[in-house]
T-cell receptor, first 111, second 116 residues
Framework: DAKTTQPPSMDCAEGRAANLPCNHSTISGNEYVYWYRQIHSQGPQYIIHGLKNNETNEMASLIITEDRKSSTLILPHATLRDTAVYYCIVRVWTNAGKSTFGDGTTLTVKP | NAGVTQTPKFQVLKTGQSMTLQCAQDMNHNSMYWYRQDPGMGLRLIYYSASEGTTDKGEVPNGYNVSRLNKREFSLRLESAAPSQTSVYFC???????????????FGPGTRLTVL
């Protein structure tokens, strides 16, 4: 699986958009980009995933660059409850289930 | 629909004791996973089960054993606990391990284990 690089921490003002970057320069053509978040000490929560097209759901948007070497998770109107650790994962699992979450980005939303 | 449940929520063991962490999912998922998370760090995969009847090692399997009891349940056993196994343990499940749509994982609330 491709390695990912994320900034260790970011701040965002409440009500503003939070843009969380992820670098995955070694991504392969059949690898998906997944984003999860972990609020305080709860179990991680799935947010969104994509292959090469931009994706949007009720939680967030995912923008993947044309060369697929990086992506950005966008929380359009961040709230205090979005304060969490955000993990970017790139993987193709075929017949294996190995996954590495890395250390993620700690997003702090401030009033 | 409870999703993924884990028992116990908290456990304190002495070095050398054994215990089994239980995990169950009610989403009819084929694949299940066990992760550990040490303080301030990301999750590391211990073992996974791609489908009922199969189990495979993850990144940090030493000191652990697993059993996929049936499609719903996946247990993690520590035969002789060590202080280095003090961690939060998360169980997860997914429809498959195919890496595409439907492969998102759903996590349980975790078991906080302390080994003295």
């Amino acid at each position: 699986d491709a390695k990912t690089t994320q900034p260790p921490s970011m701040d965002c003002a409440e009500g503003r958009a939070a843009n969380l970057p992820c670098n995955h320069s070694t991504i392969s053509g059949n690898e998906y980009v997944y984003w999860y978040r972990q609020i305080h000490s709860q179990g991680p929560q799935y947010i969104i995933h994509g292959l090469k097209n931009n994706e949007t759901n009720e939680m967030a948007s995912l923008i993947i660059t044309e060369d697929r070497k990086s992506s950005t998770l966008i929380l359009p109107h961040a709230t205090l409850r979005d304060t969490a650790v955000y993990y970017c994962i790139v993987r193709v699992w075929t017949n294996a289930g190995k996954s590495t979450f890395g250390d993620g980005t700690t997003l702090t939303v401030k009033p | 629909n409870a999703g993924v449940t884990q028992t116990p929520k908290f456990q304190v063991l002495k070095t050398g004791q054994s215990m089994t962490l239980q995990c169950a999912q009610d989403m009819n998922h084929n694949s299940m996973y066990w992760y550990r998370q040490d303080p301030g760090m990301g999750l590391r995969l211990i073992y996974y089960s791609a489908s009922e009847g199969t189990t495979d090692k993850g990144e940090v399997p030493n000191g652990y054993n697993v059993s996929r009891l049936n499609k719903r349940e996946f247990s993690l056993r520590l035969e002789s606990a060590a202080p280095s196994q003090t961690s939060v343990y998360f169980c997860a499940s997914s429809e498959s391990t195919a890496g595409g749509p439907g492969d998102e994982q759903f996590f349980g609330p975790g078991t906080r284990l302390t080994v003295l």
